[in-house]
């Protein structure tokens, strides 16, 4: 078993991908349970923003239930805004970030006035949209000098057993190390970061997890008892764990940051 070789997953049209991205329209509270967060060095992408009146705007877009927008709001001194197309996500979003403004759209159209803001970023999200559509209307919404901000966590599928255990779960194993995300001009990449980190789980919680993938969100009754009887076989009998251990799960975080040029 190898990992993935691809850049990014894949969809067979445009309609696989929208309907994929739907799924997440339910399980918002699972999901803030048990995705972790980001590296706080994420943040440091950014750099120095543009300056204006007020201080500096930021924009999480696709922000889910705001694992990055958290992030953002405590280790920047500029101004967090946040959007996401699903009702749940952002009704979660609001209830553990009510000093954040949020609203319902899409990163092809954010709603934002042109030059809005000075920054947009994307935690996990990039790979559900139109990325010749976001990549302008992230354009569009930045100020001259604007920035985007792009970051995927990642199962750290270079070990085997979380290779198979990504494959189990349907997750994780998306985007080879070492990718790059398809962005379109006037976009051009300015800084990556690369970190391997662990998040502390117990063996309950990697059903969690599985279950906050869309995969399983998409998937019949009997798909996912199989799914969760494969789970626990290769937990607990393949494995080795004991119900509930706490386990440390490898992840990759890869992020890169793109400023804007003619």
Not at 74 to 100: I, K, Y
Not at 111 to 118: I, P, T
Not at 193 to 216: G, H, K, N, P
Request: hydrophobic share 40%; glycine share 6%.
């Amino acid at each position: 078993m190898k990992p993935s070789g691809k850049q990014q997953p894949a969809f067979r049209d445009e309609q696989h991908r929208t309907s994929s991205a739907r799924a997440f329209s339910d399980g918002a509270t699972l999901y803030h349970a048990v995705r972790p967060s980001y590296p706080p060095a994420v943040t440091k992408l950014l750099g120095t923003l543009p300056r204006r009146a007020g201080g500096a705007r930021i924009v999480d877009v696709g922000a889910g239930t705001g694992k990055l927008t958290k992030l953002l709001a405590e280790n920047t001194d500029q101004h967090v805004f946040a959007c996401d197309p699903s009702a749940d996500m952002t009704r979660v979003l609001r209830e553990h970030l009510p000093e954040v403004p949020v609203w319902r759209a899409t990163a092809e159209a954010t709603a934002l006035a042109d030059a809005a803001v000075d920054a947009v970023t994307c935690a996990q999200t990039w790979h559900w949209v139109d990325t010749t559509a976001a990549s302008a209307e992230a354009a569009r919404v930045t100020s001259e000098g604007g920035k985007l901000l792009l970051c995927w966590n990642t199962l750290a599928v270079n070990h085997p057993w979380v290779l198979r255990l990504s494959r189990i779960m349907h997750s994780g194993d998306v985007q080879r190390a070492g990718f790059y995300p398809q962005v379109a001009r006037p976009w051009v990449l300015e800084g990556e970061l690369r970190e391997t980190w662990a998040q502390i789980v117990t063996t309950d919680e990697c059903f969690d997890l599985m279950a906050s993938r869309s995969y399983w969100l998409r998937a019949n009754t009997k798909t996912r008892e199989k799914m969760v009887a494969n789970l626990d076989w290769y937990l607990h009998d393949r494995l080795g764990f004991e119900r509930g251990q706490r386990i440390p799960l490898p992840y990759r975080v890869d992020a890169f940051v793109y400023g804007k040029r003619d």
